[in-house]
């Protein structure tokens, strides 16, 4: 984190908790002895305090167990290999090696035993467990600001924006499309996104984490899939990019629960480029580490390839026409430069302007279903100048 940021946060922390301590003072003037014990025995147990710490980055740890929190975090999937089971059962070795009993960690996060996690982030900073397990520390312990009140309240955050933006995206009518309409509703999800930031309104800000946990349940639900079978995807040697596809059975599978099935996952561009960036990551690490030779040269063929992905926009009723939500995702070796902004644009003109750009981001454009393949086929052109 920029030095800068630290030292200026820092000074908002200072003077937040200061202001604090100005109550507790001004009652102390205020009242005799008797009463002022009273006050300053509640003021210090429901006084907000903020402070900076080398927090766990693990996904919602604080709304799940650690089990579930680390088998939903993007870099330990990627470095534990979880969507194999050697590489769950290496996860179980490593918090066996942690010292925490598998009741402890099964159990959820806010509920364990104090001692197992003041120790936690100390075992994870141990060298030879990272040299034994593989990981990286700098994406694991992450230097943040930590609200707490009392003794169970405690915010981080990385959970507000989980929160706030799981809000944004999700749409006010979570099933079938009725209304003409096919974007959310923004004006309604933006104050209800407000209101996460709403301390004396908790219920929203944890309404959104439910809603967050909904789409990391979808998500792993989808690349597991994606793993298992490779009908979704298209990448050879004649086509410039990987091409990934999602019908709109796959979100009516029998196989998923009610809450996944009723959750509309691609109707925002942020939740739709965030899950194609993390597909090509675990995509490209599935198939360098697989034991077969003909997968392991994929790996090298895939790295240098951007991913296109079409998944539907929002679920319709029948005989209504399905329109498809496209990213474009630049490869691993470029991925600090999306150029797909320009490369779809050009893309529209050559085949009649069928897209629309109705997102700030043009890397993520609407197209109806019946265009899907002269869009595909003109930007196969523009790649192949």
Not at 28 to 45: A, F, Q, R, Y
Not at 187 to 212: P, V
Not at 284 to 291: A, K, N, P, R
Not at 368 to 382: N, P, R, T, W
Request: contains cysteine; neutral net charge.
């Amino acid at each position: 984190m920029d030095e800068s940021i630290v030292i200026i946060l820092q000074s908002h922390v200072l003077r937040l908790n200061h202001n604090q301590n100005s109550i507790i003072n001004s009652n102390d003037d205020n009242n005799n002895n008797n009463n002022t014990s009273i006050i300053n025995s509640k003021l210090s147990m429901d006084c907000i305090n903020i402070k900076f710490d080398e927090d766990i980055n693990f996904h919602l740890l604080r709304h799940w167990s650690l089990y579930e929190s680390i088998c939903h975090t993007h870099d330990m999937i990627i470095s534990f290999k979880l969507w194999s089971s050697r590489g769950l059962s290496q996860l179980k070795e490593f918090l066996a090696d942690l010292g925490i009993p598998k009741r402890e960690y099964e159990q959820n996060y806010r509920d364990m035993n104090i001692k197992y996690k003041l120790n936690i982030k100390k075992q994870i900073l141990d060298k030879r467990l990272q040299d034994k397990y593989h990981y990286i520390t700098n994406t694991i312990i992450l230097p943040t600001f930590l609200l707490t009140s009392g003794f169970t309240l405690k915010l981080s955050p990385q959970d507000i924006v989980y929160s706030i933006m799981s809000t944004l995206q999700t749409s006010s009518t979570t099933t079938i499309t009725t209304s003409p309409s096919i974007m959310i509703d923004l004006t309604e999800r933006f104050s209800l996104a407000l209101s996460c930031l709403n301390y004396n309104q908790l219920n929203y800000y944890l309404n959104g984490i439910e809603l967050e946990k909904i789409y990391t349940n979808k998500k792993h639900y989808l690349i597991e899939t994606l793993l298992q079978s490779d009908k979704n995807l298209t990448f050879d040697n004649t086509i410039p990019f990987i091409l990934l596809k999602f019908d709109q059975n796959m979100f009516n599978s029998s196989t998923t629960n009610d809450n996944i099935k009723s959750c509309g996952f691609f109707t925002h561009p942020y939740q739709a480029y965030l899950f194609a960036r993390n597909a090509l990551q675990i995509l490209i690490s599935y198939t360098s580490s697989s034991t077969n030779i003909i997968k392991k040269k994929k790996s090298k063929h895939l790295q240098r390839l951007p991913l296109i992905l079409i998944a539907p926009y929002s679920l319709t009723n029948t005989g209504q026409e399905l329109v498809e939500i496209v990213v474009g995702v630049p490869s691993l070796n470029s991925i600090m430069m999306n150029s797909f902004s320009t490369l779809f644009e050009t893309a529209d003109r050559r085949c009649g302007n069928v897209a629309k750009f109705v997102f700030f981001d043009h890397s993520v454009l609407l197209l109806q279903e019946q265009h899907q393949q002269k869009f595909i086929d003109a930007l196969m052109f523009v790649l192949a100048k």
